[in-house]
C-alpha cells in the first residue's frame, strides 16, 4: 500500500526524506490523503477529507487545528513536544539580555547617530546613560510551565547564576527528573509574581490561558519587573500589559507577536514569531512528525498525540491488526471481542488506552481480518473509527 501524504505548508526536506519513496507520496495537493502535515496553516474552517486517518503539526503547539472536529471523527493530532525546546530557550535567553541591558534601544540609538568620529564620542557618552541596565546573577526569574521548553529555561538561567521560581501543577515525572534541583517550585502564579524581577511564560494557549497574565497579575509584580513571551500572544493580555508600562507600573516586555499597539512603545521589543526559527527546530520537528505518522499509519502506534492516548503494542508475525478509534464508555472491549468471536477470529494480543473522553483499542488477530468483520465493528455504538493493517 501507498500512502498520500498532503503537506499544507513548506516541511523540511530532511523530515520528509524518513517517508520511503516506494511507500508513501507526498505533495501539497495530494488528493484523498491519509494524512496531513502541516506547520502554521490553519484548519479551522477547512472540511475534513474523509480519507484522512491522522494529522501532524510539524510543532508544539496545535490551535491552527479544531482538535474537537478531528477527535469526533477518531483521528489523532500529533504534535513534536521538544522538537523545537532548545531553538525557543536559546531565544528566550536572548531575551533576557536584550531586556536586562537595553539592547535593542541602545542599537537603535547608536544607529541614529551622525556626524564625524568626534561628534559621535561624544553623543555616546552623554546617552549611554539612559540605557543603564542590570546583570542576571543573583536575579530571579520566574517560569510559568515547566513543559519542554519550560524546564529548559529554568535550567539555563540556574546555569546564569540567576535564582530561578517554577510553577507547573501539572509537572510530569520525567521533567522534574531534569530540572535543577536548583528550581524552586512555587504554589501558584501570583505567589512566583510577587517575588520575581523577569518572569517567562511556556504554557499552550487554551481556553484557560487565554488571558492567563492581566491586570490583577501585572499589579501583583514588582515596578522594575520583565515580563517575557515566547509561548503565545493572547496568554498576555497586551492592553493591561500596555496599560501597565506608561503608569511605569512594568520595566519591559519582550515577545515574539507584533501587534501596532505593542509596536508603538520603547519599552517593548517584539520580534517576528522566531521562537523556532531554526534551521536545526525545523528539521527535528519535520523529522519527529513524520515519525508519528509512519508509527500510526504502518503499525497503528500512537506517540505525542493531543488527543487519544499513547497505544505501542508489539505485534507477531502472522497477524492482522485491527487500530479502533472509540468513545470512553463501558463495554466498549467486550463488545469488540463479542464481534471477534462471532467471527471465529482469534484474539493474538489486545491493548486498550484511555485519554478523558477518548480511548484507543489495538486488536491482533491470527491470519486475516475479515473485511465484514471489521464493518461491524465500525457500526458499534461509540466507535469512531476502525481500520485493518
Known sequence: MVFRIRTLNAISAAGLSHLPREDYTVASDIEAPDALILRSASLHGVPIPP????????????????????????????????????????LVVAALFLAARNIVPAAAFAHRLDGDAASMDKAVEAGKKAFVGFELPGRTLGVIGLGAVGLEVANAAVALGMKVLGYDPALTVDHAWRLSPKVERVLSIDAMLKRADMVSVHVPLTDATTGLIGADQLALMRKSAVLINFARGPIIDQDAVVAAIESGRLRGYVCDFPTPQLNKHEHVVTLPHLGASTNEAEENCARMAVDQLRGFLEQGTI???????????????????????????????????????????????????????????????????????????????????????
Open 51 to 90: 480519507s484522512v486517518l491522522a494529522v501532524a503539526r510539524a510543532g508544539a503547539g496545535t490551535n491552527n487545528i479544531p482538535i474537537a472536529d478531528y477527535s469526533a471523527r477518531g483521528i489523532p493530532v500529533f504534535n513534536t513536544p521538544g522538537a523545537n525546546a532548545n531553538a525557543v530557550k536559546e
Open 303 to 389: 506517540a505525542n498525540s493531543v488527543n487519544f492516548p499513547d497505544a505501542d503494542l508489539e505485534r507477531r508475525p502472522g497477524t492482522a491488526r485491527i487500530c479502533i478509534a472509540n468513545a470512553n464508555v463501558p463495554n466498549m472491549v467486550g463488545q469488540i471481542s463479542g464481534q471477534l468471536g462471532k467471527h471465529g477470529v482469534n484474539i493474538a494480543g489486545l491493548l486498550n488506552r484511555s485519554r478523558g473522553d477518548l480511548a484507543y483499542t489495538l486488536v491482533d488477530v491470527d491470519g486475516e481480518a475479515p473485511a465484514d468483520l471489521v464493518r461491524q465493528i465500525s457500526q458499534v455504538e461509540g466507535v469512531l473509527s476502525a481500520r485493518v493493517i
